[in-house]
Nanobody, 118 residues
Framework: VELVESGGGVVQAGGSLRLSCAVA????????MSWHRQAPGKERELVAT???????DYADSVKGRFTISRDNAKNTVTLQLNSLKTEDTAVYFC?????????????WGQGTQVTVSS
């Protein structure tokens, strides 16, 4: 199983980016899909989660600016980043939790760099 991320880049403050993550391979029954980020010198933090029910959660720092969505038919998860700030600069990772029988696995993407310039 591989998670293929795309959409990172360099953008000016106030701009927008759209990150996508596609599941390649047989992954089982997908539960939660989420995006995390890690800035230099900081720990990885959870940015947004979307469950199989469609319910979403966001970190306080991104509420109202970022939107997470998923396409269950295509096994993809997307993060729309609007009104970007310099403090949003980080490597963004997608994560997919899935059941294979009675076992639950977390799968990680390779990360995509988002750089917001002032």
């Amino acid at each position: 199983v591989e998670l293929v991320e795309s959409g990172g880049g360099v953008v000016q403050a106030g701009g927008s980016l759209r990150l996508s993550c596609a599941v390649a391979g047989s992954i089982g029954d997908i539960d939660a899909m989420s995006w995390h980020r890690q800035a230099p010198g900081k720990e990885r933090e959870l940015v947004a989660t979307i469950r199989d029910t469609g319910n979403t959660d966001y970190a306080d720092s991104v509420k109202g600016r970022f939107t997470i969505s998923r396409d269950n038919a295509k096994n993809t998860v997307t993060l729309q980043l609007n009104s970007l700030k310099t403090e949003d600069t980080a490597v963004y990772f997608c994560n997919v939790g899935a059941w294979t029988g009675n076992a639950y696995f977390n799968h990680w993407g390779q990360g995509t760099q988002v750089t917001v310039s002032s």
